[in-house]
């Protein structure tokens, strides 16, 4: 009983380091990261934030309180108006066309990842919805965060992945984040042994997807 959100990082250490200090990452930092696995990773990203605002507008309709319907349109909010539009920057200067975008086959850490997500959420409440999302959500902020205080990771123009590393750094995503975990906290300090149980196996699964997608782009796989 008492349980945080740290309760659940904690349940899943290894798999948790495994994705926020993966290799794509700290290649990212360093600014030595193939153009051609961020490309990747960028073009599949494209069509996960699409899978991704679609989870937040269920999040949306599982919603019992004001707050919470705020809760999932800033996330959606975020997605549509913040992350995508930076994912649009770097294909227009990369030669990555909106027609390219548009008729890209899903890759399959892609598709696992966003299904299980969606399926989290609509076989379960507003709760296994949003520690399934958290990964993301939490995740990013944290990664951001990681790579900042890091020595090796190169920050302005020197890097080309600079932009990336500022967005998920910036106050607005860093503010959402925060606001997620407390919302978090908050849930699960009453609930059971049981149920935490259950939701730990969730965050779990999540959280190997997302590293899953950081060796997608890595690999370059489809
Ligand atoms: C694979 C993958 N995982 C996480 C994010 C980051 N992200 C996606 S949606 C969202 C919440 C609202 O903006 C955040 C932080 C990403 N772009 N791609």
Redesign the pocket.
Known sequence: MGYRFNDLVDACHDEWTAYIEHDFVTQLGRGSLSQDSFRHYLKQ?YL??IQ?SRAYALAAYKSHSLDELRSAFE?LK??LDT?MQLHLDYCAEWGITQHQLENLPEARATLAYTRYVLDAGARGDLLDLRVALAP??IG?ADIALWLNEQDFTQRGNANPFDAWIAMYLSEE?QQ?AHHERVWLDEQLRQLPDAHFQRLALLFRDATRL?RD?WQMGLDLSD
Do not use: N, T
């Open positions: 990203d996960f934030l991704f996330g975020i997605i992350e993301c959500m990013y995503f959402a997302e997608f």
